[in-house]
């Protein structure tokens, strides 16, 4: 088992920033590619970043390329998505998650350890 709790979210206007954090817990981190998803109200969870277990690729949504980026530190348990110039449509409960193995995917199914979610909120 992985246990993944998520820290950072709050409320910010348009163009400000924030910086997401998944701490992990149980077992090791290094063997997990790590994700983050988010959802909107009456939306399905979507993909937004993701990182290999080793942090030498990374994949983004097109929606956010250029604004977010994903990072790990693995001696920390923890992955981080930093977020820049947000917009109103980047509002959304936000979720890291852990997939086995050194490959990440940006499907939803393909994990299989979930955060609580943390909430984003951005004003225009």
């Known amino acids: 088992q992985v246990q993944l709790v998520e820290s950072g979210g709050g409320l910010v206007q348009a163009g400000g920033s924030l910086r997401l954090s998944c701490a992990a817990s149980?077992?090791?981190?290094?063997?997990?590619?790590m994700g983050w998803f988010r959802q909107a109200p009456g939306k399905e969870r979507d993909f937004v970043a993701a990182i290999t277990r080793s942090a030498i690729y990374t994949s983004y949504a097109d929606s956010v390329k250029g604004r977010f980026t994903i990072s790990r530190d693995n001696a920390k348990n923890t992955v981080y998505l930093q977020m820049n110039n947000l917009k109103p449509e980047d509002t959304a409960v936000y979720y890291c998650a852990a997939r086995s193995g050194a490959a990440y995917s940006i499907e939803v199914r393909e994990y299989d350890y979930w955060g609580q979610g943390t909430q984003v909120t951005v004003s225009s």
């Open positions: 149980g077992r090791t981190f290094s063997n997990y590619a």
